[in-house]
């Protein structure tokens, strides 16, 4: 198993990145957290990112896609977060991409052909609670005549507000089940501000009627593909934390180099190298974890949710560690805006608790590998 990018790997991540330099910097991040902007997002960048195929990446040629694989598509969003680009790729690509991929009949699959060129956007709803606990979930989907009836509350929706749709996980029959609910005006959606300034959102279905077409895959049969989505969805934003890890420690390597005090270069003092190369052996293990994970989905490996978990858990603490150490050796002006450290911090923390924070993975990891 290779614990490296390959040739074709490190070329569409060199395309990720020639792009995202020239069109979504962390400039553009600025300007859209300025703007308040609802969706928080570009749409026309947006657009031109599914022109160049990254909505495709990992699906199957037999569906429309390019079958590159997820280092591919790994290192696409290790681009991302190097740049803070905000974008819908997490949440409609990767977790509802999946889902259609794993459970889709042939007239849901249109779904996911308007996902991978862009046309359209589906948000998973599946935490009720402020913290990660997907198989807690109270929703409830009830039948009616010629469909089913929706009842429960969602909340941080990851791009929740104004998508195409939602798949929403609900208890049907006792068990859980998936179903896509298009958007509506029945569907009360209300923004939820983090401090990352993303898109996010709580929504709340009272009594909301399904055509029967609305039920992904057969019903109380979800839990597998749901865990799958999840897991990819957790590598994909393990490796976007990789990025912004990485982009925040080259900052701060590049500030001691810079920044005097007492005459000197700060970056001569011994004290700060030794917690340098710490943060740098650490960055390196934590991207061992990441790429180990990513050739372990393109390989279906047996122990592949258990190496999400670690990636997860790993790229969680080394960026708690090396963004703590950016803001100590910045000093004061390290939390000011005038400087993008305390934006990455912020997209950071968020990225850290999404889809499970430090306590869920390593309880994860433990549960998985007893």
Same mark, same amino acid.
């Given at each position: 198993?290779?614990?490296?990018?390959?040739? =074709? &790997?490190?070329?569409?991540?060199?395309?990720?990145?020639?792009?995202? @330099?020239? /069109?979504?910097?962390?400039?553009?991040?600025?300007?859209?957290?300025?703007?308040? =902007?609802?969706?928080?997002?570009?749409?026309?960048?947006?657009?031109?990112?599914?022109?160049?195929?990254?909505?495709?990446?990992? +699906?199957?040629? @037999?569906?429309?896609?390019?079958?590159?694989?997820?280092?591919?598509?790994?290192?696409?969003?290790?681009?991302?977060?190097?740049?803070?680009?905000?974008?819908?790729?997490?949440?409609?690509?990767?977790?509802?991409?999946?889902?259609?991929?794993?459970?889709?009949?042939? *007239?849901?699959?249109?779904?996911?052909?308007? $996902?991978?060129?862009?046309?359209?956007?589906?948000?998973?709803?599946? &935490?009720?609670?402020?913290?990660?606990?997907?198989?807690?979930?109270? *929703?409830?989907?009830?039948?009616?005549?010629?469909?089913?009836?929706?009842?429960?509350?969602?909340?941080?929706?990851?791009?929740?507000?104004?998508?195409? !749709?939602?798949?929403?996980?609900?208890?049907?029959?006792?068990?859980? #089940?998936?179903?896509?609910?298009?958007?509506? *005006?029945?569907?009360?959606?209300?923004?939820?501000?983090?401090?990352? #300034?993303?898109?996010?959102?709580?929504?709340?279905?009272?009594?909301?009627?399904?055509?029967?077409? @609305?039920?992904?895959?057969?019903?109380?049969?979800?839990?597998?593909?749901?865990?799958?989505?999840?897991?990819?969805?957790?590598?994909?934003?393990?490796?976007?934390?990789?990025?912004?890890?990485?982009?925040?420690?080259?900052?701060?390597?590049?500030?001691?180099?810079?920044?005097?005090? +007492?005459?000197?270069?700060?970056?001569?003092?011994?004290?700060?190298?030794?917690?340098?190369?710490?943060?740098?052996?650490?960055?390196?293990?934590?991207? #061992?974890?990441?790429? #180990?994970?990513?050739?372990?989905?393109?390989?279906?490996?047996?122990? +592949?949710?258990?190496?999400?978990?670690?990636?997860?858990?790993?790229?969680?603490?080394?960026?708690?560690?090396?963004?703590?150490? @950016? $803001? /100590?050796?910045?000093?004061?002006?390290?939390? *000011? &805006?005038?400087?993008?450290? !305390?934006?990455?911090?912020?997209?950071?923390?968020?990225?850290?608790?999404?889809?499970? &924070? $430090?306590?869920?993975?390593?309880?994860?990891?433990?549960?998985?590998?007893?």
């Amino acid at each position: 198993m290779s614990m490296v990018y390959s040739e =074709d &790997d490190r070329m569409l991540a060199d395309t990720a990145e020639e792009f995202l @330099a020239a /069109q979504s910097p962390v400039s553009a991040q600025r300007a859209l957290r300025d703007s308040e =902007d609802p969706l928080n997002f570009d749409p026309e960048i947006w657009q031109q990112m599914m022109e160049l195929g990254w909505g495709a990446i990992t +699906f199957p040629e @037999a569906l429309g896609g390019l079958e590159f694989g997820y280092k591919g598509l790994g290192a696409v969003f290790e681009a991302m977060g190097k740049h803070l680009s905000a974008s819908p790729m997490l949440s409609s690509v990767v977790l509802c991409g999946s889902l259609l991929e794993q459970l889709a009949d042939e *007239t849901q699959q249109d779904w996911l052909s308007a $996902i991978m060129t862009g046309e359209k956007r589906l948000a998973l709803a599946v &935490d009720e609670q402020a913290r990660h606990k997907p198989e807690v979930i109270e *929703t409830q989907v009830t039948d009616q005549e010629d469909g089913f009836l929706l009842h429960g509350q969602k909340t941080m929706v990851i791009d929740g507000v104004s998508p195409d !749709g939602w798949i929403v996980a609900a208890k049907y029959q006792g068990n859980v #089940s998936l179903f896509i609910v298009p958007f509506s *005006t029945q569907v009360k959606v209300s923004r939820v501000k983090l401090i990352d #300034s993303r898109n996010y959102a709580n929504l709340t279905f009272d009594n909301i009627t399904l055509p029967s077409s @609305a039920l992904l895959g057969k019903a109380g049969d979800a839990s597998n593909a749901l865990d799958k989505a999840l897991d990819l969805g957790r590598l994909c934003l393990s490796s976007e934390l990789l990025g912004a890890t990485k982009a925040i420690f080259a900052m701060t390597v590049e500030y001691l180099q810079v920044r005097e005090q +007492f005459a000197v270069k700060i970056g001569t003092f011994q004290a700060l190298q030794h917690r340098a190369a710490k943060c740098f052996i650490e960055l390196e293990l934590a991207q #061992s974890t990441v790429i #180990s994970a990513l050739s372990k989905a393109d390989n279906k490996a047996e122990d +592949f949710a258990a190496s999400v978990s670690l990636a997860k858990w790993k790229l969680s603490k080394v960026a708690d560690l090396i963004s703590g150490e @950016a $803001i /100590q050796m910045h000093g004061g002006i390290g939390v *000011t &805006d005038e400087l993008d450290v !305390g934006l990455y911090l912020k997209r950071i923390r968020v990225a850290q608790m999404k889809l499970g &924070d $430090i306590d869920f993975h390593q309880a994860r990891y433990v549960q998985l590998t007893a």
